[in-house]
């Protein structure tokens, strides 16, 4: 902890080694974490990032998730008090795919371990997410608050995932989709609350915004498993497809909270 004229401040760093598990589970597993936080006059801040790392116990089957935090608040600020909070996250996952089995014997085919990864290189599932918030909260008589909170997510992801369920000898064949889909969330409340005797009122009005854009592919595979595993992207003979949704929400409310007896 360090203090100086301007306020007060205090940072702690935590990290972890790496471990193994068992077959059924992930090894290799890598995390650290840092946060930092402080004060200055009515103001309260924090910083705090992670970062965790996983080999996987199938071949191209790790991962790694990496987290941003920052936080901001005041009880003194234009008569009321403010939240503000801003985030990104980064997370990837490569894919491994389900193991194919034999519908009549129930077993996996020949030239086929329980460790094996049939999925093309380059299947994953990640994204890539942002945001931020605040809430403002000002007393205008007493008894009465004024609140506002607004919000706002982008989220861009990458689905590419693919699945091989007839093996005949080393010629493996399946199917695939790759998607690129983005989020865009925005949330806006204003409200009123007061409090009057044996009555709480809360009167406001209330929006939502969203919207999906994907551009996508569906595809066949197929490929001999004594060579290389090919690429998804070197995938030919797709099937594009492309999703877009737009969606808005919004209401004026009003609520009364009745205490009959005190």
């Known amino acids: 902890r360090a203090e100086g004229a301007g306020g007060a401040a205090r940072a702690r760093a935590a990290s972890g080694g790496a471990g193994a598990a068992g077959a059924g589970g992930r090894c290799g597993r890598k995390e650290g974490r840092v946060s930092a936080a402080g004060t200055r006059g009515d103001s309260r801040w924090g910083v705090s990032a992670s970062a965790t790392q996983d080999d996987g116990w199938r071949p ?29 996250i980064e997370r990837k996952e490569d894919f491994g795919a ?27 599932i990640g994204t890539r997410d942002f945001g931020f918030s605040s809430r403002f909260d000002r007393p205008l008589v007493p008894g009465v608050t004024m609140t506002n909170v607004f919000g706002y997510t982008h989220r861009n992801r990458r689905l590419a995932r693919t699945f091989v369920d007839v093996v005949d000898g080393e010629d493996a064949e399946g199917a695939g989709t790759d998607f690129r889909p983005r989020h865009e969330d925005l949330f806006e409340d204003l409200r009123l609350e007061w409090s009057i005797p044996q009555h709480h009122v809360l009167a406001g009005i209330s929006a939502a915004y969203g919207s999906l854009n994907s551009n996508g592919r569906r595809f066949d595979l197929a490929y001999n498993l004594a060579e290389p595993v090919p690429s998804i992207d070197d995938v030919t003979g797709a099937t594009d497809i492309r999703v877009t949704d737009r969606r808005t929400f919004a209401g004026i409310y009003v609520e009364d909270e009745w205490t009959p007896f005190t």
């Open 60 to 88: 191209r089957t790790g991962g790694h998730r990496d987290e941003l935090d920052l936080s901001w608040s005041s009880n003194r600020w234009m008569g009321g008090s403010m939240k503000l909070r801003a985030f990104g």
């Open 98 to 124: 389900p193991l194919p089995v034999d519908s009549d014997s129930g077993v996996i085919p020949d030239g086929v371990g329980f460790k094996s990864n049939l999925a093309l290189r380059g299947a994953q």
